[in-house]
């Protein structure tokens, strides 16, 4: 994924990728003990101001990546007047699976399983519930439900294009999330626009347009990225009609 780096630079930041997990891990755990006030003081939000105004208007979306902390992403809720949610994939394991709930089900935002999330949010709107739904979306779907494929850093892979779904089909505004990790146990978050009215857009205009705000988050600092969760694994899988949205805007 970083072929423009020579081989010594990547083999430092893979070694700084390890550190930064090593952080990641202890990070988590400290995650159930952190006050509101302690939290505020690591994770920091440079414009909170733009979600403020934004929530009033309509149900946001952040989408965010495997970058820098990502689990304290859930304390956004403490500056919101809208109900938090953090969507996310159930885990195999019972117990990993009550621990991540927990983590997230800090201050007060509800955890959201990801096959739950249309249903939940179409009732929200109903019953006039804004909601704020957090959602890291660079992860790797399936070669058996991979719907479209796209360059990311370089390689073609398949994209989840679901994030991008909930937006066009109920008009949610969509927002990318940049997490940057100032040091050790420090954080500052940054909402960077993508589409503030989700049905105005066209097919993967807002999928695409994440993938290169990732890109270049990425490439700012890597060794920041969650390498081990393999991203690229299906590389040079592509159908001969890669790219092309098998359900669109599904």
């Known amino acids: 994924a970083l072929p423009e780096r020579s081989e010594s630079d990547r083999d430092k930041i893979e070694r700084e990728f390890y550190r930064h997990l090593c952080d990641l891990l202890l990070e988590m755990v ?40 990502w689990e304290w992403n859930t304390s956004i809720n403490n ?30 935002t509800e955890p959201l399983e990801q096959k739950e999330t249309v249903k939940r949010i179409i009732k929200n709107e109903k019953q006039g519930i804004r909601g704020v739904y957090g959602m890291v979306s660079d992860q790797s779907p399936m070669m058996s439900k991979a719907q479209y494929w796209s360059e990311f850093m370089g390689i073609k892979v398949p994209i989840f294009v679901g994030a991008e779904g909930l937006a066009r089909k109920l008009d949610l505004a969509a927002v990318f999330l940049k997490v940057t990790k100032v040091k050790r ?23 695409e347009q994440f993938l290169r705000l990732a890109e270049k988050q990425i490439r700012e600092k890597p060794e920041h990225y969650l390498w081990t969760h393999r991203r690229w694994k299906h590389r040079g899988k592509a159908p001969e009609d890669a790219g092309v949205s098998i359900q669109a805007g599904s």
Not at 80 to 108: C, T
Not at 185 to 207: C, L, N, Q, R
């Open 185 to 207: 146990g420090y954080y500052e978050a940054e909402f960077i626009p993508i589409a503030e009215k989700g049905s105005s857009t066209e097919e993967h205009e807002i999928t």
């Open 30 to 69: 400290k995650t159930m003990h952190l006050s509101k006030k302690e939290v505020a003081r690591r994770y920091r939000i440079k414009n909170i101001e733009y979600l403020r105004a934004l929530e009033k208007e309509r149900s946001v979306l952040l989408l965010c990546t495997h970058f820098a902390n």
């Open 79 to 108: 500056y919101v007047s809208s109900n938090g949610f953090a969507i996310y994939q159930k885990i195999g394991n019972p117990y990993f699976d009550r621990l991540i709930r927990k983590i997230r089900a800090k201050w007060n």
